[in-house]
């Protein structure tokens, strides 16, 4: 098998990722997000896909494009963020959507790609999310479809935690800064919020990078992913690297 993990596009990255797929996406907000692999996703055409992410995008955009399609039928994510749709969907009964902690989700991914089959958490202990009933689903008329279940509460060291499953999906879409041919990468700043975790949970796992070097050229040190839990990197043209959105924008009058 070939180190150079590189391919020719972003079509040819998502092509056989089929309809009923579970996906991590990485990113925090706008930051980090595999904008050129969801748009190939989305003219790919594969639907009834669960999506794992802190959050899905804003409308117009990025997952928000999936989610408007109607090609989104689950959602495990923190919150809900800015997306309009992404609320009226869930509120009108047309979404299922799985809240979770912001810290347990990605540690829920991270322990995925480790291997970890569970953990327990002080997160949530006394709350709906250790004790269920916590809407996933509604009817259109605001009724609830369907509840999350009681999870299994410990002790450990005198402190009360609950017990959280760990998710593996079948792809993972992320974005990074610099990635070597061999799938080695390195993010910038916020872009690693998810993004690492999201990659070690996929089977499949898919990078687009900003920028590709040569194996060899990023020190050990530098690694933020090893290139073991990637499988396949499309490399952006420059003009593609420099769409970095702002999810919102907010300026003062400069000072003399």
């Given at each position: ?17 089929p ?7 990485g990113?925090?907000?706008l ?12 003219d ?29 039928s ?8 800015e ?10 009964g ?16 991270r322990?995925?790609?480790?291997g ?11 709350t ?12 259109p008329?605001g ?23 760990s ?29 690492p975790?999201?990659?070690m949970a ?9 920028s ?6 990023l ?11 990637v499988?396949r ?24």
């Amino acid at each position: 098998m070939s180190l150079d993990k590189v391919v020719a596009s972003a079509a040819d990255a998502v092509a056989d990722i089929p309809s009923g797929a579970v996906l991590a996406v990485g990113g925090f907000g706008l930051a980090g997000i595999p904008w050129f692999l969801l748009d190939a996703l989305l003219d790919q055409g594969a639907d009834d896909l669960t999506v794992v992410s802190n959050n899905c995008g804003v409308d117009g955009a990025g997952l928000g494009l999936l989610l408007e399609r109607g090609r989104i039928s689950r959602v495990i994510a923190s919150y809900v963020g800015e997306n309009k749709e992404f609320a009226r969907q869930y509120l009108g009964g047309e979404l299922t959507v799985e809240l979770t902690p912001q810290g347990t989700l990605a540690e829920r991914l991270r322990a995925g790609g480790a291997g970890i089959g569970a953990f327990y958490t002080p997160t949530g202990v006394g709350t709906p999310v250790a004790e269920g009933g916590l809407p996933w689903r509604y009817h259109p008329d605001g009724s609830v479809a369907l509840a999350s279940a009681p999870k299994e509460v410990r002790t450990f060291h005198g402190r009360e935690m609950v017990l959280e499953e760990s998710i593996v999906t079948d792809v993972a879409l992320v974005r990074a800064a610099v990635v070597d041919r061999a799938g080695n990468c390195v993010f910038h700043a916020s872009a690693r919020n998810f993004n690492p975790a999201a990659a070690m949970a996929g089977r499949l796992t898919i990078v687009e990078a900003e920028s590709v070097v040569e194996v060899g050229e990023l020190g050990p040190d530098d690694v933020h992913l090893p290139g073991v839990f990637v499988q396949r990197v499309v490399e952006l043209t420059p003009e593609q690297a420099s769409r970095k959105d702002v999810e919102k924008r907010t300026t003062r009058a400069r000072t003399s």
